[in-house]
């Protein structure tokens, strides 16, 4: 993996941008997405959360291809709770899975759970140099 500064959606249409989700659903079957660069994406793409919501509702909180470009990585259940190193730990399993199958060549990927989450890069970094080649691009903001 490869750590970069700069603007996650400049990525957008020309890399994969994964977007840390939970996995809360509401009664209208829609995801919260409350905070970070999930609520970036819903604000970009209105229809995202009933997107989300539907793929969470059927194959449970996992890693799933939203369409434009973007893929979900839950680092938690529920907008009320601390994000999950072993969730983390998990999500960045099944996003080198599906880029092994889509044969993707570039994914950039927001810090996991270090933004409105909580943690702490130092204990994160860890977990994603296990996994993570030089195909995924871990992104923190400019300085």
Known sequence: MREIRGDLWDYLGIAVVVITTGGAVSRRGECAMPRGC????????????????????????????LGYGLVSFPVENSPYEMPGLGMIERSC??????????????????????????????EVRPILARHFDGRFLIISEKE
């Open 38 to 65: 999930a609520r970036q994406a819903r604000d970009r793409f209105p229809d995202l959360p009933a997107v989300l919501g539907a793929l969470i509702r059927q194959e449970g909180n996992h890693v799933h291809d």
């Open 93 to 122: 399993a099944e996003l080198v899975t599906l880029t092994d199958a889509r044969l993707w060549a570039t994914v950039v990927v927001p810090r996991p759970g270090c933004g409105g989450g909580g943690l702490q890069w130092p």
